[in-house]
């Protein structure tokens, strides 16, 4: 069984930061993918950023220059760095992932439950 939980949703004035965390419980040998999605109310469920095991990393237009995306493979955790945060960034921001569970490479893909980012003065 794999869980994955986000962490470091809060309340934040235009142009600060968030760092938000996608931690990966469980019987895990490795993240093998995972990609931070945000909805915000009344829209589409968005794609924000994802990365791969190797550290290749992809960014939605909106984001680039201002979001990172980051793996800690020693931890099972992915960050998501948020600087120059916007009103437009303000979302439930989720991670979904592809985890390796044994050694023969078996898969589990799942997705966390969500953090609330707030962005307003």
């Known amino acids: 069984q794999v869980q994955l939980v986000e962490s470091g949703g809060g309340l934040v004035q235009p142009g600060g930061s968030l760092r938000l965390s996608c931690a990966a419980f469980?019987?895990?040998?490795?993240?093998?993918?995972m990609e931070w999605y945000r909805q915000a109310p009344g829209k589409e469920r968005e794609l924000v950023a994802g990365?791969?095991?190797?550290?290749?990393?992809t960014y939605a237009d909106p984001v680039k220059g201002r979001f990172t995306i980051s793996i800690d493979n020693a931890k099972n955790r992915v960050y998501l760095q948020m600087n120059s945060l916007k009103p437009e960034d303000t979302a439930v921001y989720s991670c979904?992932?592809?985890?390796?569970?044994?050694?023969?490479?078996?898969?589990?893909w799942g997705s966390g439950q969500g953090t609330q980012v707030t962005v307003s003065s």
């Open positions: 469980g019987s895990i040998v490795s993240i093998n993918e």
């Open positions: 979904t992932g592809v985890v390796i569970t044994d050694g023969l490479g078996s898969t589990w």
């Open positions: 990365i791969v095991s190797g550290g290749i990393a």
